[in-house]
């Protein structure tokens, strides 16, 4: 098993802990090795909360998080965490963002540069090693983010709405080099998105999270056929099945429990 949740529930405290904001409630799931999950759920319940716990940048206020048989509750682990937004060293070159961590860990610059020249090669930057993220388009830098998280090969890879801002078309590609590289490199996933169509197209699993406080509503297993087709009928099943629950909770958004 490579990740569970026990009982993780978060508050944050504003006005010199006066005012509570409780964002997650209850949640427990298990991830297990090798599993591609996706988180959706109504805008601001704590999905990026939840993924930010796992990394270690917050902590749990009640609950634990076991990775590989490991409370990680209060630490930073071996989990690489992919942002909403590109998130990349505007100073910094495609190579030099790519080797960003391996630089921080000490590791010796010949090694790095040829470790970040292999996914150079591998995620079509050739040619944009000594260029900036400016010069770069959104998917490109995208794809430079990625190549900068896996490098560190983390226990679990993280991601929020990682494709947000790209147009449709750009997408679309996205999610089929991420799932290309998923099945090749086996990873265990854990990614965050508004778009069912997306979330349908790549996981093994959709988790639905109510509105803040967020718990788990609805967990749905996606065992359409790989590789999927995002038309087919068993895809459009599961699709209506997230999106009614989806419905479900805006309807309920007017007694939002704070
Ligand atoms: N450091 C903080 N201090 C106080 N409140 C916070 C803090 N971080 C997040 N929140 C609140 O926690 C709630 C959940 O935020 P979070 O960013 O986790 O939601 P989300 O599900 O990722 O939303 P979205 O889908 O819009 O990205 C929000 O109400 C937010 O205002
Ligand atoms: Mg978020």
Redesign the pocket.
Known sequence: MALELINVAKS?Y?EGNKNE?R?LKDISCVVEEGRFISIT??????????L?IIAGLEKTTHGKVILDGKDISSQTSMVGLVF?EYALFPWRTTLQNITMGLEIMGIPKEERIKAAMDYVNMFGLKGFEHRYPHELSGGMQQRVAIARTLIMGPKIVLM??PFASLDSQTRNDLQEFLLDLWQKRKDTVLF?T?NVDEAVFLSDEIIV?SN?P?TVVARVEVDCPRPRDRTSLECNQIRKKVLDTLRELRRDGSRIDT
Not at 41 to 50: E, H, N, R, Y
């Open positions: 944050f504003t904001i964002v759920g109504p805008s601001g319940c704590g999905k990026t909360t939840l930010r909403q929020d709405e965050v508004h999270f803040r967020a």
